[in-house]
């Protein structure tokens, strides 16, 4: 089998629960990626700021498909940008406090300039979220921010947020789409916009096909770009509904070099 292009997932995925990774056992696998002219892709549903900080010290091509592929960056260029136009914003805004459901949320706006909450500074959620936005500002409110929105980002402290997926999507069909992130989160985005649309840009442009691409993921946002892989892995660490709708698992987890692994059998070193 040829294999052209990897994507991957990066926290429960690629990460382990340290949120680091193997970094001289990658490197090995990266040096035979540009060797084999296979093109590496971070997948996630963080914004592009926090990823590169990952991969500092190594050495190769990396292409960052960030806030769940509403943001892809190539070299450095943002190539591609989908953000929520700001009367959609707004109506959702208006619509997240009249709602039981939503009550007890943590809300995020993450932006082309930086990151929005309401959450005061000094909180615990906010030091606990600002290690994945660290341009995060305070505002009083976040209905005034005017900033282009990637994503609204929506945690609670249970994990089981199915119910409130399901109403985001009831309540703004064809205008937003919920989906679960993991750890008690849903990233709320435009209907089209998912890793799959992201990785298919990806394909398109670097001519790469379903067949000769491999990608790893453990949570619901993945399932798309899973699925736009022939050779698409859920973790072996991923919730059961996750690891039934794949073909493929990962024989280890991410705390065992899950991804490295099967990477390096997919290169044959």
Same mark, same amino acid.
Request: charged letters at 20%.
């Given at each position: ?34 060797? %084999? ?126 119910? %409130? ?19 008690? @989160? ?71 070099? @899950? ?11």
């Amino acid at each position: 089998m040829t294999i052209k292009m990897i994507a991957t997932d990066m926290d429960g995925t690629f990460l382990d629960g340290d949120s680091a990774f193997n970094r001289p056992r990658f490197q090995q696998l990266l040096n035979e990626m540009a060797a %084999q002219q296979v093109k590496f892709v971070v997948a996630s549903g963080n914004q592009y700021p926090h990823l590169p900080p990952y991969f500092d010290g190594l050495t190769g091509e990396i292409t960052y498909l960030a806030e769940d592929g509403a943001h892809i960056v190539l070299a450095g260029e943002a190539i591609s940008e989908d953000v929520i136009p700001a009367a959609t914003l707004q109506q959702f805004l208006n619509w997240l406090p009249t709602t039981p459901l939503f009550a007890s949320a943590w809300v995020i706006l993450s932006g082309q300039q930086a990151s929005y909450t309401e959450m005061l500074p000094n909180s615990k959620r906010f030091k606990a979220s600002h290690y994945f936005y660290g341009d995060m500002q305070h505002v009083p409110d976040l209905r005034e921010v005017t900033d282009g929105i990637y994503k609204i980002d929506i945690t609670w402290a249970q994990f089981d947020v199915s119910a %409130q997926e399901q109403l985001v999507n009831a309540t703004f069909p064809g205008e937003l789409r919920a989906t679960s992130s993991g750890l008690g @989160g849903i990233d709320v985005v435009l209907p089209h916009v998912n890793k799959a649309y992201g990785l298919a840009k990806l394909q398109a442009k670097w001519g790469i096909t379903r067949d000769e691409t491999l990608a790893f993921g453990d949570s619901g946002n993945d399932l798309e770009m899973l699925a736009m892989a022939k050779y698409g892995y859920a973790m072996a660490n991923a919730p059961e509904n996750v690891r039934q709708a794949v073909d493929y698992v990962t024989p280890l987890d991410n705390d065992h070099d @899950g991804v490295l692994d099967v990477i390096a059998q997919y290169l044959n070193v």
